[in-house]
């Protein structure tokens, strides 16, 4: 009588297969067998995974700021003083925070080892060739396609307005007000896959 056992790295046999994560081991047997008979019991699991991730953020801010302080003119006065403008301000504050996280869609897949397999052949016939065979595939296939951008247009212009003091018998002091431009800009990208 022939007797073979072989087990093939993977999930199967028993032919009870189950399903993607957690496969459970498989069992054999094959006994009382006739005279020169052939008994097989073959099993075997494969498990295919594919996840793919496209991720497309985009963020754009735009933002021009213009700020003059006016003009200041003092003309044909018998006293002058204390002439000016109002100042010219513009603020601006940008936050982004982004996360993007894939971590839930990333499969697990667990199988046990070849050593969870088991076969048993017992009371074959003469001449009798009995095989028990086990074999598992487990293919995984993860791509993540991330595409951040983000886009900040912050075009400033500030001017300070003139000061004129013509014809005036006694001229004090005259001032054109400030002129300011602020902007802060913080960006962050997180990306878990």
Do not use: C, W, Y
């Amino acid at each position: 009588m022939k007797k073979l056992l072989r087990f093939a790295a993977g999930t199967a046999m028993s032919l009870s297969l189950l399903g993607v994560a957690g496969v459970s081991a498989q069992t054999g047997t094959i006994g009382t067998t006739g005279s020169g008979s052939n008994n097989q019991v073959n099993g075997s699991t494969r498990t295919s995974v594919t996840t793919n991730n496209q991720n497309n953020v985009s963020a754009s801010n735009n933002n021009p700021q213009t700020a003059n302080s006016g003009d200041v003119n003092s003309d044909s006065n018998t006293t002058s003083t204390g002439a000016e403008s109002g100042a010219a301000r513009n603020d601006s504050t940008v936050r982004a925070d982004v996360t993007v996280s894939n971590g839930a869609s990333n499969p697990v897949v667990t199988e046990p080892g070849t050593s969870n397999d088991s076969g048993s052949i017992n009371l074959t016939g003469a001449n009798s060739t009995n095989s028990i065979s086990s074999s598992h595939e487990t293919t995984v296939n993860t791509t993540n396609n991330n595409q951040l951008q983000f886009n900040n247009s912050n075009t400033q212009d500030a001017t300070s307005g003139s000061v004129t003091q013509t014809n005036n018998t006694t001229a004090g002091s005259a001032r054109s007000g400030d002129a300011t431009n602020t902007s802060d800009t913080s960006i962050s990208f997180s990306v878990s896959n």
